[in-house]
């Protein structure tokens, strides 16, 4: 079972409660005061947990989840400054040492072995028992909860959106969310930083009237240098004279302007490289994130975003050419970071599959958004056919397992529509509520299919 199962079942089990008593392999009992939050992204699990020990010591501060003990230095904990914090390490094995804290004390370890696990997550008999309800449902029946599931999600999305509306400028709340699209599940939080540490407006009016390649020069500056991410900010990370045209230029643009971000800026600890696929590592996306910040600049990202969906009507890929970043001939067309040749050679900054999850997940929720604010059905119909309609993208990892264990018939999931439906089905029922709640379940009760083929 992958790692990253297992630490998600953690975190389910730590969220929901943990019977019997807790106690440490340094044999202290504690109890759980507050759970704290799961932020996701980078850094630790939970963060802002309050544990009260035996000893009548009360601790605030993080905990991080492993299947191993010994994942803490696998996975180079012990140098990111980010887990100076942590109060408590929860694994399912203690197979070595425990890892230190910042004043040289081993951080607490508290074991939860996988069959007191299981016994506290009552979605493993009920995830079991939903897969064997799903794989005996009619193709169509099972279409149709998915388009369903698909349909919710964005709704959901576009809530999300216009609630952002309310109190920022709608380029503001474009570039966020596209923002948050880029730094996929491992970064969005240092990405949602960064959109707040280099506002769009702020970053646009900076590029004022340059012509294009010196606002794309700028924009990349202004933005790896506020991220923490230029060399001279990570001593040591390029070597190459191919290396050195590139830095120098940005960082000769950034010591114009470090002054401005000084204090409110990233560092590279900030940023994970770590189980990142090479071609999305943090610096590529920033740099495409630059590059559609000088394409749109005059316009506006919400404008970009809105203009081909009104112009282009129902051709997802005119819309996805807002999103797409090529770049075929440029340094960051063949790296992944500064002194990092990408492996197997160039390759697009955002190509066409990306592009289209983009407009998926983010063109689109902000579209329906903007219309139910403005009232205009036509956008709004525009929107739901073009998500209706669109092909699936490439696939997301996160429910191929998924995809095998409810038995999904080929061919099923041909459209976005029902790929964002498993995906609200993956987060919102197996990882959230599960159950009765979900919809598989309700949907496999005696009679309903026999009632969905009557109406």
């Known amino acids: 079972m992958p790692d990253s199962t297992d630490e998600r079942r953690l975190a389910w089990a730590w969220q929901r409660g943990l019977a019997g008593p807790l106690i440490t392999t340094d044999g202290r009992h504690l109890q759980i005061v507050f759970r ?18 035996d000893d009548g010591t009360l601790r605030e501060g993080d905990v991080e989840f492993h299947r191993r003990s010994s994942d803490w230095f696998v ?27 910042p004043t040289g004390q ?42 369903d599931l698909g349909d919710r999600r964005l709704i959901q999305r576009a809530a999300r959106v216009e609630a952002e509306l309310t109190r920022l400028p709608p380029d503001q709340v474009a570039y966020e969310f596209l923002l948050d699209a880029l730094g996929f599940s491992r970064n969005r939080s240092a990405f949602a930083r960064l959109a707040q540490a280099v506002p769009a407006g702020l970053l646009t009016a ?18 790896l240098g506020a991220a923490g991410l230029l060399p001279s900010e990570r001593p040591g990370t390029w070597t190459g004279w191919e290396d050195q045209l590139e830095a120098n230029n940005l960082e000769a643009i950034w010591a114009l302007y470090r002054q401005e971000w000084q204090g409110v800026g990233l560092s590279a600890s900030d940023w994970a490289f770590a189980g990142v696929r090479p071609a999305n590592y943090p610096p590529r996306r920033i740099v495409a994130a630059a590059y559609l910040m000088e394409r749109h600049r005059d316009r506006g990202l919400d404008q970009a975003f809105l203009t081909p969906l009104r112009a282009c009507g129902r051709a997802i890929t005119a819309i ?10 440029g340094y960051w067309a063949s790296h992944a970071d500064f002194g990092r040749p990408l492996p197997g050679g160039p390759a697009a900054l955002l190509g066409r599959d990306r592009a289209r999850e983009i407009v998926i997940n983010v063109v689109l929720p902000f579209a329906l958004a903007w219309a139910a ?58 990882e959230g509520a599960g159950g009765a709640s979900c919809p598989v379940a309700q949907t496999a009760r005696p009679g309903y299919v026999r009632r969905q083929a009557s109406d």
């Open 206 to 223: 900076l590029m004022g009237r340059r012509p294009p390649a010196d606002a794309r020069d700028l924009g990349r500056a202004i933005l």
């Open 106 to 147: 081993p951080i607490p370890t508290l074991v939860i072995p996988p069959p007191r696990l299981e016994a506290a997550d009552p979605n493993t008999t009920a995830a079991a028992r939903c897969h064997e309800l799903a794989r005996q449902l009619p193709t169509a029946v099972l279409g149709a909860l998915l388009d």
């Open 75 to 101: 996975h180079g904990h012990d140098r990111d400054p980010r887990y100076r914090g942590v109060i408590l390490h929860v694994v399912l094995a203690a197979d070595g040492p425990a890892p230190l804290d």
């Open 36 to 53: 704290g939050r799961c932020p996701g992204g980078a850094g630790p699990d939970v963060r802002g947990a309050l544990l009260a020990f």
């Open 320 to 329: 996805e050419t807002v999103i797409t970043v090529e770049d075929p001939g």
């Open 373 to 430: 604010g403005d009232g205009d059905r036509e956008l709004a119909g525009v929107v739901w056919d073009i998500f209706r309609r669109a092909p699936r993208s490439g696939g997301y990892g996160l429910t191929a397992r998924l995809i095998t264990e409810l038995g999904l018939p080929q061919g099923i999931l041909s459209t976005a529509r029902r790929q964002q439906g498993l995906l609200h089905l993956l987060r919102t029922y197996c």
